[in-house]
Every structure is written in C-alpha cells, then in structure tokens.
C-alpha cells in the first residue's frame, strides 16, 4: 500500500546550521506531496506542498522538490532558526484516492542558540 | 489560523463513557476528515466526509462513529472508551475530495480517559 517514510529524529543542530530531513514514498499513481509542521504544543500546519514532479514546494525558507525518479521530497533549509524547532511530517495524497493524507511518523527538529 | 475549528480542546473522562468531538470546517469546504495522533500510532487517519456522504474510511474502530451534517460541520462519536484511545484527535477539511487537495487542520482534541 500506500507509505510515507521519514528519517528517525530526533534531529539536533545549531541556530544557522543548514537542515535536511529525508522523506521517501511508495505510492501508486502520481500522488502529491506535503510537508506538515507541529510546533510544540499546536496543530499541524501546512509547511509546503509539490503536486507534481519536479515541482519545488517552498515557504518560510524550506524548500522541498518532488523527485520521482528517487520517489523523494527531502525538506531543506539553508540556515536553522530556534523557532524552527518542531516536528516536521513528510504526508502524501495518493493519486486517484479520495484525498486522505498519508503520513510519515514524523521527525523532531530542535534547534539550540 | 487554519479556519478549521475543533471544540473541546480538552476532554478528560473515564472508561467506558462516550464523548462526542465536534468539528467545523474552513468556510466553502465540502470535505471532513478526522485523524488520530497518539505517540505510538503516529497520525492516523479515520475517516472522510464529503457534502454529507462517507467517502473513505481509515483505521476506525468500531466504537468509534461520525457524521457530517448539512450545515457541513462533523462530529465523530467516541464510545466505550479505553485507557488506549487517549490521543489527539484532528479533524480537518478541504474544499473537494480527490488527490488535487491541500487539507488544512483545527488545533486538535486533546482526549484524556482515566
């Protein structure tokens, strides 16, 4: 079936320290892609989305690429803040589905000063 | 601010009772989801609504029901409960159904049972 697969966190880096967390996927069709962020204590929000590939979604200073040939959406960010400091959930929706999301387990950033 | 708004925010209670979550979407959205994150289950999802109807269901369990109701907002109905059900339950909506989406979520309930 469908899955979404994610680094194992916890992740630790410095404040401007440059981050990637690694997503890949198995699905079938051509889903779309989703980066989903949790800051302590809140709801998911929507960090950015690809819904095709070669598609680079970005926001906030992450950037994610849709890579089908790798079946990956690695999230990146050039330079870390503390506020940055999180868990990130890599999700997909599945071509042809009724639009539910798939997650991954999720990967906890923190950032230090 | 997604516009999806969940009510309570926290629930506590006891085994064997029944809570009922209450969910209004984002204006103009059709379809409802709701999920469930707990820390060994990861998020998972439940089950869909769309205008009314059940499009897709998920991991529920049978003690667990929901509905969506003309005026688009959903509850989802949790009975029997069990120390094992405690989690954080999303709901959150789109505009249509289908893999073209982008899902924005409330801030959850919190669902404590003692």
């Known amino acids: 079936g469908d899955s979404v697969t994610q680094m194992e966190g916890p992740v630790t880096l410095s404040e401007e320290a440059f981050l990637t967390i690694n997503c890949t996927y198995t699905?079938?069709?051509?889903?779309?892609l989703f980066w989903y962020v949790q800051y302590p204590g809140e709801g998911l929000q929507l960090l950015l989305k690809?819904?095709?590939?070669?598609d680079k979604g970005s926001n906030k200073g992450f950037e994610a690429t849709y890579r089908k040939e790798t079946t990956s959406f690695h999230l990146e960010k050039g330079s870390v803040q503390v506020s940055d400091s999180a868990v990130y959930f890599c999700?997909?929706?599945?071509?042809?589905?009724?639009?539910?999301?798939?997650f991954g387990k999720g990967t906890k950033l923190s950032v230090k000063p | 601010d997604s516009g999806v708004t969940q009510t309570p925010k926290h629930l506590i209670t006891a085994t064997g009772q029944r809570v009922t979550l209450r969910c209004s979407p984002r204006?103009?959205?059709?379809?409802v989801y709701w999920y469930q994150q707990s820390l060994d289950q990861g998020l998972q999802f439940l089950i869909q609504?769309?205008?009314?109807?059940?499009?897709a269901k998920g991991n529920i369990l049978e003690r667990f029901s929901a509905q969506q109701f003309p005026d688009l907002h959903s509850e989802l109905n949790l009975s029997s409960l069990e120390l094992g059900d405690s989690a954080l339950y999303f709901c959150?909506?789109?505009?249509?159904?289908?893999?073209?989406?982008?899902?924005?979520f409330g801030e959850g309930s919190w669902l404590t049972v003692v």
């Open positions: 609504y769309y205008n009314g109807e059940e499009r």
């Open positions: 690809a819904t095709k590939a070669d």
């Open positions: 204006s103009g959205d059709l379809s």
């Open positions: 959150a909506s789109s505009v249509v159904a289908g893999s073209g989406n982008t899902i924005y």
């Open positions: 699905a079938t069709g051509y889903p779309s």
């Open positions: 999700a997909l929706i599945a071509g042809g589905s009724q639009g539910n999301l798939i």
